[in-house]
T-cell receptor, first 112, second 114 residues
Framework: KQEVTQIPAALSVPEGENLVLNCSFT??????LQWFRQDPGKGLTSLLL?????REQTSGRLNASLDKSSGRSTLYIAASQPGDSATYLC???????????FGTGTRLLVSP | DTAVSQTPKYLVTQMGNDKSIKCEQN?????MYWYKQDSKKFLKIMFS???????INETVPNRFSPKSPDKAHLNLHINSLELGDSAVYFC?????????????FGQGTRLTVV
């Protein structure tokens, strides 16, 4: 059974800092991994999708990496801004299963 | 244009009532999902439909019945609502197979059972 864990559970940084959010999963037979952000009381916004054959994906100030063999993914946020404050979720899709298994989330607060 | 839309956004109802949540996607995806986010913000799959056929039914009480009239719609009907059903329900869609795409989520329906 796939289990996804995110560390840290909460993170508070001053504006401008670079930061890394971590995601680990127990079953390396994944099809893809997706990072989302969720603002309070809102839905999920997809940030990046990494296929199992890829090592990383970049979108603007965001960079996500994937190491299937060690069961880890990281989301790197460069030059953080207060608007980045949200909960970040990673989710994995296992090969042969049409569902996402979500992590526990990291609540990020970027202060001005 | 909203990619995945669900209605209503908020739903407050009494125990024992029956209610429905509607979901529509305009992305041309072939697979739709219902996820439940509990009070601790943990998201978990409930159902998945591919081309109108049920492919995933995770240990969900049979009071919950999904219905997919066509590939673009997946509705969730809940009978005899209980206090423990209070949560945020998210609809999502994706395309599976060789062209596996990212999943897109609706804005959620906050269900409160009183």
């Amino acid at each position: 059974k796939q289990e996804v864990t995110q560390i840290p559970a909460a993170l508070s940084v001053p504006e401008g800092e670079n930061l890394v959010l971590n995601c680990s999963f127990t079953d390396s037979a994944i099809y893809n991994l997706q990072w989302f952000r969720q603002d309070p009381g809102k839905g999920l916004t997809s940030l990046l999708l990494i296929q199992s054959s890829q090592r990383e994906q970049t979108s603007g100030r965001l960079n996500a990496s994937l190491d299937k063999s060690s069961g880890r993914s990281t989301l790197y946020i460069a030059a953080s801004q207060p608007g980045d404050s949200a909960t970040y979720l990673c989710a994995v899709k296992n090969t042969g299963f049409q569902k996402l298994v979500f992590g526990t989330g990291t609540r990020l607060l970027v202060s001005p | 244009d909203t990619a995945v839309s669900q209605t209503p956004k908020y739903l407050v109802t009494q125990m024992g009532n029956d209610k429905s949540i509607k979901c529509e996607q305009n992305l041309g995806h072939d697979t739709m999902y219902w996820y439940k986010q509990d009070s601790k913000k943990f998201l978990k799959i409930m159902f998945s439909y591919n081309n109108k056929e049920l492919i995933i039914n995770e240990t969900v009480p049979n009071r919950f019945s999904p219905k997919s009239p066509d590939k673009a719609h997946l509705n969730l009907h809940i009978n005899s609502l209980e206090l423990g059903d209070s949560a945020v329900y998210f609809c999502a869609s994706s395309r599976v197979g060789a062209m596996n795409t990212e999943a897109f989520f609706g804005q959620g329906t906050r269900l409160t059972v009183v």
